[in-house]
């Protein structure tokens, strides 16, 4: 992991329920690599990870969701779980503030079902992506090219399956943040 993303300011947008290694393998290897990292959320005070199906640990919200700015970071990553996602795409300021990152070129990393989150966003129509394979048919049906890889990069979006991927996700990640703003990265509405 030799891309330098030293300072490098990151936003982890999750609500309760996000599968927890998905948020904290990602976060440690950005945090190793020298990058700030910061949880943002809908929810006040704690957000409470999963285990699959157990509860796990409950983390501090760094930064509310009503009081994060786009500009205030450089890339984003979106932990999934079933529940965080599905909670996610139905805050209005959730899909703002993730369609925005698209809007503005910056590079997202998408692990598992946070792509859901893709979809309300409506970022995802023409690119590559892949993601826990239940969310395949909803992803083509918003007009993406679903793929079972382990990682796909598709012009600053790092996608995977689910946490087995989580070693190739993590070098292509810190890879796509190293490189910044992707100006073919924006969304269709840009």
Known sequence: MAANIEGLRVAILVADGFEQQELTDPRSALDEAGAVTQIVSPVDGEVEGWNHYEKGDKFPVDVALADAD???FDALLLPGGVANPDQLRMNSEAVDFVRSFFDDGKPVA????????LIDAGVVS???????PS?????????AKWVDEEVVVDNGLVSSRNPDDIPAFNRKMIEEFAEGVHTRGRSAGS
């Open 126 to 132: 023409g690119r590559e992506i892949t993601s826990w």
């Open 135 to 143: 969310l395949k048919q909803d992803l083509i049906n918003a007009g």
């Open 110 to 117: 998408v692990i598992c079902h946070g792509s859901w989150t």
């Open 70 to 72: 786009v500009d205030d």
